[in-house]
């Protein structure tokens, strides 16, 4: 049984992956209670890690949030927009767009300073915040 699971784990790869079989033929292997105690910390060691890893990513996704919030779906348009104006109209020379004038304009301005002034101002207040540590 072991040797099937030890192929698995091999053929999956990894780093974690081989860790945690070598630190279960540790444990299988340990005959006195010191190499026994330090196969098991191998494996809660293993184990820590992983829970990191995982926490960073769910930290990450907490971060950065969904694709389909409001602020990044009016970003998304106007986004759009301006591509649609810089690559087809002037890049590719194929059309022309009307200008966006009046309130349509300022909206697509507040937009645009907002996202990124809003990501900025994060990123600045996470700097201030790590150097207080």
């Not at 040797?3 to 081989?18: C, D, E, N, R, T």
Request: glycine fraction near 8%.
């Amino acid at each position: 049984m072991f040797a099937f699971a030890s192929l698995i784990f091999q053929f999956l790869g990894g780093p974690v992956a081989k860790a945690m079989v070598a630190a279960y033929q540790a444990h299988l292997t340990a005959t006195t209670t010191d190499k026994q105690t330090a196969a098991t910390l191998a494996g809660q060691d293993i184990a820590a890690g992983v829970a990191e890893t995982q926490a960073i990513t769910q930290l990450k996704i907490a971060q950065i949030g969904h694709p389909f919030e409001p602020e990044k779906l009016a970003m998304y348009i106007t986004l759009i927009y301006y591509a649609k104006c810089i690559l087809w109209d002037k890049v590719l020379g194929w059309g022309s767009t009307d200008v966006v004038a009046g309130p349509i304009a300022v909206w697509a301005s507040l937009i645009m300073s907002f996202y990124f002034a809003k990501r900025g101002a994060e990123n600045v207040t996470t700097i201030i915040g790590a150097l207080r540590k």
